[in-house]
């Protein structure tokens, strides 16, 4: 099941192919918000064989050619390394990009700037660049970056001290009060022959297995590859990593309770996608696929109705569904497993 966004997001339609950052699924606005920065041919998407394929039917501008299907999940440090890999033998010069297809950002022409500029002091600075995000709250759901000395000449731009792993809620306090931590928010700026490079010489759990992608035999590195991060494997170990404080906003989609910060809201801070109403109810999140969903004088829950299943939780126990779906009774279970995907929602 796609546990984060359960019921909705399920393996046949994953959470980015919902549309819970705009009327638009997830990946849509991933794409058009990179028209007028890269060529269509110049775009990869990074997926398993069966996502990539539903990615792809959602993305009607582009084609196989576009796709680089991982024969087997390996995390993001495999597969950044061969991505890296198949544009260096493309263009041993080229800037790569990685983005996640789950973020909300606005404005797009801001964001496509600062890529811009990020790509060019990347290429002149030889470093791999991460874009942090300042922090408005205390997060704990989002992993930190620790800045460090500014990079040589470069005002918008510093040297990364540390990644710092997702923090308690008295840390979380802390790094908002000190100034100098960043959101991660996971997305990549390099020159793909430095990342090799670094790859090489940080990740022994990666840089063995490139003679297969020299040779061509990807399903054999996928195999023979151990799964690691990309932050693990180089970003936490290389020294030339730098990092850039994001001119635009931006938010990770990575529970029903976010939606409530990407959705449009009413007066009472409820957000309804679908069919409904929410009468004298405050700070809902409500998600209807099939009929409607009508909630009246309750507050702060996530109300979430498709064919078959319904799902009412406290907003603030949003990031703790998949354990509870983990433990739910087998029949129960067996039940919501067995109901058939939808392919569309409504709003």
């Known amino acids: 099941m796609g546990a984060r966004f359960w019921p909705a997001s399920t393996p046949a339609r994953p959470k980015q192919l919902l549309p819970l950052g705009s009327e638009r699924p997830l990946i849509v606005d991933t794409r058009e918000r990179l028209r007028g920065l890269v060529d269509p041919e110049r775009i990869r998407l990074l997926a398993g064989p069966e996502l990539g394929a539903r990615l792809l039917e959602a993305l009607p501008d582009l084609t196989p050619a576009n796709l680089l299907a991982e024969p087997r999940a390996r995390g993001t440090g495999p597969v950044l390394a061969w991505a890296s890999h198949e544009l260096a033998r493309r263009d041993p010069e080229a800037v790569m990009v990685s983005l996640h297809a789950d973020h909300v950002i606005a404005p797009d022409d801001v964001f496509r700037a600062q890529l811009v500029r990020v790509a060019e002091l990347a290429s ?3 470093r791999l660049f991460t874009v942090g995000v300042t922090p408005d709250r205390p997060e704990t759901g989002y992993g930190y970056i620790r800045r460090g000395a500014p990079l040589e000449g470069e005002p918008d731009a510093a040297l990364v001290d540390a990644f710092v792993e997702k923090p308690d809620r008295a840390t979380a306090e802390r790094y908002l009060a000190d100034g100098s931590y960043l959101w991660n928010t996971g997305i990549f700026v390099w020159p793909v022959g430095l990342f090799l490079d670094e790859v090489r010489a940080h990740a022994p759990e990666i840089a063995p297995h490139l003679p297969l992608l020299d040779a061509g035999d990807v399903a054999g590195f996928f195999d023979s590859v151990e799964p690691v991060s990309v932050d693990v494997a180089v970003l936490e ?3 030339r990593v730098a990092v850039a404080p994001a001119r635009f906003a931006w938010d990770d989609v990575g529970s029903w309770e976010a939606v409530g910060r990407t959705r449009a809201a009413d007066f009472a801070e409820n957000v309804l996608v679908g069919a409904g109403a929410l009468p004298d109810s405050a700070r809902c999140v409500a998600w209807a696929e ?5 909630a009246w004088g309750v507050e702060d829950l996530v109300i979430v109705h498709r064919p078959g299943v319904t799902l009412v939780l406290p907003r ?10 983990a433990g739910l009774p087998e029949d129960v279970r067996r039940h919501i497993e067995g109901e058939p995907a939808r392919e569309g929602t409504d709003g």
């Open 290 to 294: 099939d009929g409607a969903v009508v």
């Open 124 to 126: 002149a600075h030889r």
């Open 316 to 325: 603030e126990r949003a990031a703790d569904l998949k354990t509870m779906l």
């Open 237 to 239: 170990r290389s020294r």
